[in-house]
């Protein structure tokens, strides 16, 4: 197989779990748009360690730092695209299924109380904390990519082959639904 895939979808749907099982199952690059977006802020002096880092402190004055420097995230979403069309990727991002035409493109849909309860666990915070914190992100992405691209990040799903709903679904479930997309798609 030399598509790549792209998994989209809200905050702490559950996208890196399925990009990475999807990797191991066929051989393919896993890559974190996030990442990208990471390297960018450490290159403007910001401490990125951590798998949560988006949720602290530091990550979230990032997050609005982008709000009036979109230029990170077009750098990101360029390198992005570049490595998408190569093939043999598998890429978690919020933009890139807008942003090309080719490969296999699915979104992971779930509740916001869903992501909560997802991030409560993964990030060891408290409901109110990740609640909060994963309304404040979607809805900042949202406002972004609108302004950005004109897209409506979470209401508009035309771009996408598959949407699978995560809410009563355990993560190897939604990852062997996303196979037998790919494999159906391939």
Known sequence: MTKSIVISGPPAVGKTTVAKGLAKEFNLTYLSGGDILKELAKEQGFDVTGDDWWDTESGMKFLNQRETHSEFDKKVDDKLIQLYNKGGMVITSY????????????????????????????????????????????????????????????????????????????????????????????
């Open 95 to 186: 933009t890139l299924p807008w942003l090309v035409d080719n490969g296999i493109k699915i979104w992971l849909s779930g509740s916001h109380d869903s992501s909560s309860k997802r991030m409560q666990t993964r990030d060891n915070m408290t409901s109110q904390e990740a609640y909060q914190i994963t309304k404040i992100r979607y809805d900042k992405n949202r406002a972004l990519y609108k302004k950005l691209y004109n897209f409506d990040f979470g209401s508009d799903t035309s771009v996408f082959d598959k949407i699978i709903d995560t809410d009563n679904l355990n993560a190897t479930q939604v990852i062997n639904i996303a196979k037998e997309t790919v494999r159906e798609l391939s």
